[in-house]
């Protein structure tokens, strides 16, 4: 099977031989009518794929929909809908909500036949829905209620008769139940005893006559179906845990539906593997409305044989605490997953999906046929983001040989019907909250709470204030993004698409300024961050004499560290000697790096000038490797290489964490790897840690 290019490095999900996840589960191979052992006989793991955004969560869950359509019942929702956001026009609040228009979307496309097999029908769901769309009914028309109860009624629709014959049959019976609700008698009662009466008269068959009993079962119905479908409108009326219990119910009669048509020998004969419900961003409302609901039932022993698999942004509900966690690799082969009796969250198996590998990278954007280091520099800036890995091979494609950072700003069309954009707009669309674009355009400058709040104060509206900056980085935590030290936005592709979009906010790149020197003044002139965001405006000559001056001082391994952080400046213009923009396309770094403006250079008095130009020649070496939209230098590697063994000479106290780094650093450069510094006390040089 070739999986779109979207889901390269997911074959632990979607494997045939051996089985995948999502075979084991279902029973069936993907795109095949073709069984396969079950695994977990008896309960069945609650499946949540968890990530930040763009790691293609939803691609996933698509694929899975396509790979299993016509062959076994399957369904698939997206919580982020607008069906999910609000009523239709003219409904009442009272009698919808987010769970009750899932539960009926789900059963639709879980009604569809498959090959082999017919319609599922859902009659106690029917009824339940029925009853809470007629507490809603106190001033509609009959017109009105004719089509909310004939959607409703179709569930019903075998598609065993006569072709049509179920369509006018819910047609008839949606026109009795609607003239029982305007009627003179009680509008609800009249309602409910019109549809139990539909499913008990127009289909005599021993399944749906226990189906016409079911909500007899009800909490406090004495045994009595009409009383049970009253109550379960009165507890859904009534908002808050009311309906959440109420809700509980409607899910236990849609899985109800859903096991009694596998039971019995016909329909194991027929249906080959298990129904799977899809719940796409199952954070939002009505993710957690079906999650939970489930979960209670199958720790409670009310089992059921669907395959649940959804999709949560970040890594996890307070409500999931106790599940079982898994990444992707992990569950290739076989899931691990044992529940506690005692814990209705375990019975939810959560799956982080990994960055894509450095090979995934390569199979994606060279489909585009692109220059050959290109896919090596994609998968080093996004860090294997799938999202931004093919968003920028569709810009390679469209605009050919660019750098990343001529990719990111250039306009790419992605749909027909919409107007191209920027890349780095299409991304930040999809990777962050959009209701927080504006904010965290800004503060991806910020290192921690305190910096990021004197930016808010000083570019920021007044009523977003240090609650607002902690409520926003907390968030992002909450939402997948790792927590990095000395960094506001711990994502790095993230982080630099942000600060981008703050270069670009204005022609003359003002706000980018300001920003950076609000930081610059709030640090001393010595600390790094103060030297790090001067550097970020051009301005080198500070943090040359700052490692100049603390390269004898400070214990080596701290040096380096400086040395690496103030050169994790972003670069997204060549700057002048005098630090402003420079209009030229060339990288001005690599000249410095490799001697070429030496001479040039004003040394200052009394400073030792080799050390000097070496020390300028060795920070822009680094800041042109480490930068994550420019491809690293071969010469420029080789020089940084050379002036690291000749610091290793000048220290001998330090020589072997210089030395050890003028082979380490090249090599991680070219590999797109972090530039490492040794932390443990090999070849230690004896100095305490910073």
């Known amino acids: 099977m070739r999986v779109h290019r979207q889901l390269h490095g997911r074959g632990a999900l979607f494997d045939t031989d051996p089985a995948g996840l999502a075979p084991r589960l279902v029973g069936l191979r993907p795109h095949q009518h073709r069984a396969t052992p079950p695994e977990h006989p008896q309960e069945l793991p609650f499946v949540v794929l968890t990530g930040a955004r763009g790691l293609g969560k939803s691609a996933l869950l698509g694929e899975l929909r396509d790979a299993?359509?016509?062959?076994?019942?399957?369904?698939?929702?997206?919580?982020?809908a607008a069906e999910f956001a609000a009523p239709p026009a003219g409904r009442d609040t009272d009698a919808w909500s987010p769970v009750s228009q899932a539960l009926l979307v789900i059963a639709e496309q879980l009604a569809e036949p498959v090959t082999g097999a017919g319609r599922i029908t859902f009659p106690r769901l029917m009824s339940g829905l029925v009853a809470v769309a007629a507490g809603g009914w106190r001033d509609a028309d009959s017109e009105r209620i004719r089509r909310e109860v004939e959607r409703i009624l179709l569930l019903n629709e075998s598609g065993s008769w006569i072709a049509g014959f179920a369509g006018r049959w819910a047609g008839r019976v949606a026109a009795n139940v609607a003239a029982a609700a305007t009627g003179t008698g009680p509008l609800l009662q009249s309602a409910i005893e019109a549809t139990l009466e539909s499913i008990s008269d127009s289909f005599v068959h021993r399944r749906q006559q226990r189906?016409?009993?079911?909500?007899?079962d009800y909490p406090n119905a004495s045994r009595n179906a009409r009383r049970g479908l009253m109550l379960l409108s009165g507890h859904f009326r009534a908002g808050g845990t009311s309906r959440e219990h109420a809700e509980r119910h409607l899910v236990r009669a849609l899985l109800a539906d859903l096991t009694d048509a596998y039971t019995g020998v016909l329909p194991r004969m027929r249906r080959l593997g298990r129904p799977l419900v899809l719940v796409d961003n199952a954070h939002r409302a009505p993710g957690p409305?079906?999650?939970?609901?489930?979960?209670?039932?199958?720790?409670?022993?009310?089992?059921?044989?669907?395959?649940f698999i959804t999709a949560l942004r970040g890594t996890g509900r307070p409500a999931l605490r106790n599940a079982v966690r898994h990444t992707l690799p992990e569950v290739a082969r076989r899931t691990d997953w044992t529940p506690d009796p005692a814990s209705p969250s375990s019975r939810a198996l959560l799956v982080s999906l990994p960055p894509l590998t450095a090979d995934d990278t390569l199979h994606i954007v060279d489909e585009h046929q692109v220059p050959p280091r290109l896919p090596h520099?994609?998968?080093?800036?996004?860090?294997?983001?799938?999202?931004?890995?093919?968003?920028?091979?569709?810009?390679?494609?469209?605009h050919g040989t660019a750098s990343l950072g001529e990719l990111l700003t250039a306009d790419v069309r992605l749909h027909e019907d919409r107007d191209s954009r920027p890349a780095y707009v299409e991304l930040l669309d999809r990777l962050v909250p959009t209701d927080r674009l504006e904010e965290l355009t800004v503060l991806a400058a910020a290192h921690d709470h305190e910096s990021a709040t004197?930016?808010?104060?000083?570019?920021?509206?007044?009523?977003?204030?240090p609650?607002?900056?902690?409520?926003?980085?907390?968030?992002?935590?909450?939402?997948?993004?790792?927590?990095?030290p000395g960094r506001f936005v711990g994502d790095p592709f993230v982080r630099t698409l942000l600060l981008l979009r703050l270069h670009h906010r204005?022609?003359?790149?003002?706000?980018?300024?300001?920003a950076h020197e609000t930081l610059i003044r709030r640090y001393d002139p010595t600390d790094r961050y103060h030297l790090h965001h001067q550097l970020a405006l051009g301005a080198a000559e500070p943090a040359v004499a700052h490692l100049r001056d603390t390269f004898t001082t400070l214990d080596t391994r701290s040096w380096l560290r400086?040395?690496?952080?103030?050169?994790?400046?972003?670069y997204f213009h060549a700057h002048d000697a005098e630090g402003h923009d420079f209009d030229a396309r060339d990288d001005r770094r690599a000249a410095v790096a490799l001697g070429h403006t030496d001479a040039a250079q004003e040394v200052p008095e009394d400073v030792d000038p080799v050390l000097h130009l070496r020390i300028r020649r060795l920070l822009h070496a680094v800041w042109q490797l480490t930068d994550p939209l420019a491809l690293p230098d071969a010469k420029v590697c080789d020089r940084l290489r050379f002036e690291l063994e000749q610091l290793s000479n000048l220290r001998p106290a330090g020589n072997a964490l210089l030395w050890r780094a003028s082979r380490d650093w090249p090599e991680d450069a070219l590999a797109g790897r972090p530039l490492r510094v040794p932390d443990g006390d090999e070849d230690d040089d004896g100095e305490g840690e910073a």
């Open 562 to 570: 400086t040395l690496r952080f103030i050169a994790s400046a972003p």
């Open 506 to 514: 204005s022609a003359d790149h003002g706000r980018w300024r300001e």
């Open 467 to 484: 609650a607002d900056v902690r409520a926003l980085q907390t968030r992002l935590v909450q939402e997948g993004l790792p927590e990095v």
């Open 377 to 398: 520099a994609v998968h080093r800036l996004t860090g294997g983001n799938p999202l931004g890995i093919v968003l920028l091979a569709e810009a390679a494609a469209q």
């Open 68 to 80: 299993y359509k016509g062959h076994t019942p399957v369904a698939l929702i997206d919580c982020e």
């Open 454 to 465: 004197a930016l808010a104060e000083a570019l920021l509206p007044d009523d977003f204030g």
């Open 289 to 307: 409305g079906l999650t939970d609901p489930v979960l209670r039932d199958r720790s409670e022993g009310i089992a059921d044989q669907v395959v």
């Open 211 to 216: 189906a016409a009993t079911w909500w007899r």
